[in-house]
């Protein structure tokens, strides 16, 4: 299981997913919350493969630029796009560390959004917002989200404000080809790996340190590894590998 999280990471991996599922551990004579961080990548050949796993005491920037640069060292390269929930640490250390854009997810986004109205509300202010998602081209897109979000101001000032401040972060997904978005606007390809990880733990409840959670959870990561390993590409090469010829040409002429 340390060979399977150590590992050396070979190729560039354009697309990145990070997430965290929350357990108890003891840690200096008492009961605390620590975040169990799950790193998802998906390789030039279409393969998604589980890079590595931490135990965090917070999402601040400085424990996610620790953990981005451990999986620098062996060998993480190529990311061109991190997916995770709003987390400002992680947006901060993703574009030091790695360069990279940053995805918002676009489900958790809409949940925070529908925080701000009231239950009666809700299905409008839904069904308005997800006619952005229906847009194909990303001009369009960007239209459409000013246009919903004006629209909603005068009722729904909280509602507009954030739609303001996430704009370019939500719709990220939309400069990657069409065939790629569904797996790009979200984290839910670590929807079921939390799952599984999250009623492995509960059976646990309280776990006595650090090392005890990376033993439980590293071995269901090994395990899920392994399954995706014999299960069919997850993203078609021919767009990987044009996105990844693309990078390298700007780079090149960046350099000259």
């Known amino acids: 299981m ?13 697309f990145l997913w990070l997430d965290a599922t929350y ?31 931490t135990v965090m005491p ?26 995770s929930d709003a987390h400002e640490g992680l947006k901060a250390a993703a574009r030091k560390v790695l360069g990279a854009g940053w995805q918002r997810c676009r489900v958790h986004f809409q949940r925070n959004l529908l925080a701000r109205v009231s239950k009666t509300n809700k299905p409008v ?14 001009d369009q897109a ?33 400069a990657f080809d069409e ?8 984290t839910n390809p670590l929807e079921r790996v939390n799952k599984e990880i999250k009623r492995r733990t509960n059976v646990v409840g309280i776990f006595p340190n650090r090392d005890a959670v990376i033993r439980l959870v590293g071995a269901l990561m090994l395990e899920q590894n392994d399954e995706w390993a014999v299960s069919r590409r997850y993203m078609p090469v ?9 990078d ?8 000259q």
């Open 142 to 174: 960007h239209a459409r989200w000013r246009e919903v979000a004006d629209n909603l101001r005068e009722r729904f000032r909280d509602v507009a404000e954030l739609m303001d401040e996430a704009e370019y972060d939500v719709l990220a997904y939309m």
């Open 23 to 53: 357990v108890k551990l003891r840690e200096g004579g008492r009961i605390i919350s620590m975040a169990v961080i799950v790193a998802v990548a998906v390789n030039t050949d279409g393969r998604r493969e589980i890079l590595g796993i």
């Open 2 to 14: 340390q060979a399977f999280l150590n590992r050396p990471l070979e190729g560039d991996w354009p």
């Open 58 to 83: 917070s999402e601040a920037e400085t424990f996610w630029a620790d953990f981005l640069r451990s999986l620098t060292r062996r060998g993480l390269r190529g990311v061109q796009l991190v997916i």
């Open 179 to 186: 065939s790629l978005r569904s797996k790009l606007h979200s």
């Open 248 to 255: 390298d040409e700007t780079a090149m002429i960046a350099a």
């Open 125 to 138: 202010v839904s069904a308005v917002v997800k006619t952005v998602f229906a847009e194909k081209d990303r």
């Open 238 to 246: 021919e767009k990987l590998t044009a996105i990844c010829n693309d």
